[in-house]
C-alpha cells in the first residue's frame, strides 16, 4: 500500500524566514504535485514534477522531486503571511490514482 | 478554463433521505474523482471513472453510489448515510495518463443530522 508522509505535519514560522517542507513515499513513481488548501477551500494546484531532478519555482515557493530517494521538497524562502495554508503533496500511481500525503499546516507570523 | 463545478455548496441531509451530489467539467478530461475529506485530513480517494467507466472503487461502503452519465458529469448518489459520512466532498478530473494534475472543484459541504 501506498504511503506518502509529510513533515512537519505544523510549522508556524516567522515572516521572512526560510523552511522546506519534506514529503516522502513509499513506491515508485515519478509523478508528484503540490497543492495548497486554504481553510473550507477547495485545493489549488500549485506545482507538477514529472521527472527525477524536476524543480519548478513560483514566487516564494519552489518545489523538487528525487524520484530514487522517493522525496520531495517544498521550499518557502522569506515567508509572508499570505503563504499560511495547508500543503499536500500528491504522488501519481499511474493508474489514474492520485494518493495526498498528510499535509503540513504552515502558519506565518507577522 | 480549468474549472470543475459542483453542486450543491452545502447540504444537510437526514439518515434516511437520498440525495445527490454532482459535478461537471468541460475541458475534456477523460478521468473523473470522488474524494472525500475529513476536517485537517487529507482528501481520501472514493471513486475513479476513466473514459466513463468505474476503474477505482477503494472499498466504499454501498450507501455511496457513484454515476457517471457521459464524459463530462459525475454523480454521488447518496442513501441512508451516518453521521460520521459528513465531510467535505471533492470531485476533481484530469486529462489521464499521468501527464497532468487533477483539478478539484470548489467541493460539497456534507452534513448527516
Known amino acids: 500500500e501506498l504511503k506518502v508522509e509529510q513533515n512537519p505535519l505544523f510549522l508556524s514560522m516567522q515572516e521572512g524566514k526560510n523552511y522546506t517542507i519534506y514529503c516522502n513515499y513509499s513506491t515508485t513513481s515519478d509523478r508528484l504535485y503540490w497543492y495548497r488548501q486554504d481553510p473550507g477551500k477547495s485545493l489549488e494546484s500549485l506545482f507538477v514534477?514529472?521527472?527525477?531532478?524536476a524543480v519548478k519555482q513560483e514566487g516564494r515557493l519552489m518545489a523538487s522531486l528525487d524520484t530514487k530517494a522517493r522525496l520531495s521538497t517544498l521550499h518557502i524562502t522569506a515567508a509572508v503571511h499570505d503563504l499560511s495554508a495547508t500543503y499536500f503533496c500528491?504522488?501519481?500511481?499511474?493508474?489514474?490514482?492520485?494518493?495526498f500525503g498528510t499535509g503540513t499546516r504552515l502558519k506565518v507570523l507577522a | 478554463d480549468t474549472e470543475v463545478t459542483q453542486t450543491p455548496k452545502h447540504l444537510v441531509m437526514g439518515m434516511t433521505n437520498k440525495k445527490s451530489l454532482k459535478c461537471e467539467q468541460h475541458m475534456g478530461h477523460r478521468a473523473m474523482y470522488w474524494y472525500k475529506q475529513k476536517a485537517k485530513k487529507p482528501p481520501e480517494l472514493m471513486f475513479v471513472?476513466?473514459?466513463?467507466?468505474?476503474?477505482i472503487n477503494e472499498s466504499v461502503p454501498s450507501r455511496f453510489s457513484p454515476e457517471c452519465p457521459n464524459s463530462s458529469l459525475l454523480n454521488l448518489h447518496l442513501h441512508a448515510l451516518q453521521p460520521e459520512d459528513s465531510a467535505l466532498y471533492l470531485c476533481a478530473s484530469s486529462q489521464g495518463g499521468g501527464t497532468t494534475e487533477a483539478f478539484f472543484g470548489q467541493g460539497t459541504r456534507l452534513t448527516v443530522v
Open positions: 514534477l514529472l521527472s527525477n531532478g
Open positions: 471513472y476513466s473514459y466513463e467507466k468505474l476503474s
Open positions: 500528491a504522488v501519481d500511481t499511474g493508474t489514474y490514482k492520485y494518493i
